[in-house]
């Protein structure tokens, strides 16, 4: 198959896809949109939003129609690391036997990752980056596709413990889910306080997911969109002689090079799910919001003034 005929293949399939999540799932179409575009790419994905939207639905949904293995851990304060990764244990012949924890899945469900400390949270890091766990100096492979999606409340600050820096720059797309229209609570009502359940199909194999992902990274890129691309990131950094007064004001600290790379990565895969064969700018503002927002950190002058990410990088675009 040619990747003309691939990506047309994949359009396809992309809208099959969002009628079999939406069987279950009313509503939320651009985070369905911003999770899948981080799937076909590779990425990991934080969902932020209060309780009840049905973020822990839609990622089990979603793995059910993409045909993947899928494991939900709940974090919570008292939660260590090998409860996440697994742990080596003595057999009944006292050898070592490594027994595999959750992490081990396609897709990965860390319910609430800021309720737990920063030790088992950090367990997480060379999963999401690597693809692979170390357990007593021995490398273990993750399978692929290998996803990460993460769910947190944003208004419960007691107990919680913030993502660093570090965790929130391996998540491709921060997703934050509003409240659903009048329409679409009744629809949601009605549809969850009957006796009706719902057969999902599977759209995708492990197999052909890691395809895709493949053929994401063969489209091809315009040098003017790579440079649109880093420009404005580039924008977002106040330390620059070029920054902006609004960035100067009232950031503390930019995107870095890993925001580009997403945002050329994101731009691909919005662009090969609408069947264009190479992005444009229009792809990469497509984007930009997702990857953006948890790569900017506010000072506390924006904190007292109300201005939000969301309205800095507007202001960007």
């Known amino acids: 198959m040619s990747d003309v005929e691939a990506v047309?293949?994949?359009?396809?399939?992309h809208q099959a896809l969002k009628k079999e999540i939406a069987k279950v799932i009313v509503g939320q179409e651009a985070v369905i949109d911003q999770i899948l575009l981080s799937i076909y790419t590779g990425g990991h994905s934080l969902l932020i939003g209060v309780p009840g939207l049905a973020k822990t639905l839609m990622v089990n949904t979603i793995a059910q129609t993409l045909g993947l293995d899928f494991k939900r851990i709940q974090f919570t304060p008292d939660l260590m690391p090998s409860d996440i990764l697994g742990s080596e244990v003595l057999d009944q012949e006292r050898n070592f036997k490594f027994i595999k924890g959750p992490v081990f899945a396609?897709?990965?469900l860390a319910d609430e990752i800021n309720r737990t400390p920063p030790k088992t949270q950090a367990a997480l890091l060379e999963a999401m980056q690597e693809r692979s766990v170390?357990?007593?100096g021995k490398q273990h492979k993750l399978e692929l596709p290998y996803f990460v999606l993460a769910t947190q409340n944003p208004i419960e600050q007691e107990g919680t413990y913030?993502?660093?820096?570090?965790?929130?720059?391996?998540?491709?797309?921060?997703?934050k889910l509003d409240y659903p229209s009048i329409e679409e609570e009744i629809n949601i009502v009605k549809n969850t306080t009957s006796d009706h359940s719902t057969i999902l199909n599977t759209i995708f194999s492990a197999d052909a997911l890691v395809d895709v992902q493949h053929l994401i990274r063969r489209i091809p890129v315009p040098d003017n969109v790579v440079d649109y691309t880093v420009r404005l990131v580039n924008?977002?950094?106040?330390n620059l002689a070029s920054s902006s007064d609004l960035i100067k004001n009232y950031v503390d600290w930019g995107a870095g090079p890993r925001a580009s790379q997403n945002l050329v990565l994101g731009a691909k895969a919005h662009a090969a799910v609408h069947g264009k064969f190479?992005?444009?700018?229009?792809?990469?503002?497509?984007?930009?919001?997702g990857i953006l927002r948890h790569r900017i950190l506010k000072n506390y002058k924006a904190e007292a003034e109300g201005i939000s990410e969301e309205d800095?990088?507007?202001n960007l675009l």
């Open 8 to 13: 047309n293949n994949l359009v396809e399939k």
């Open 106 to 108: 396609n897709i990965v």
């Open 134 to 136: 170390t357990i007593s």
């Open 162 to 175: 913030p993502l660093p820096e570090a965790q929130l720059d391996r998540f491709m797309f921060a997703i």
């Open 235 to 238: 924008k977002t950094r106040p």
């Open 278 to 289: 190479s992005p444009d700018a229009e792809d990469v503002k497509a984007v930009a919001m």
């Open 312 to 314: 800095i990088i507007s």
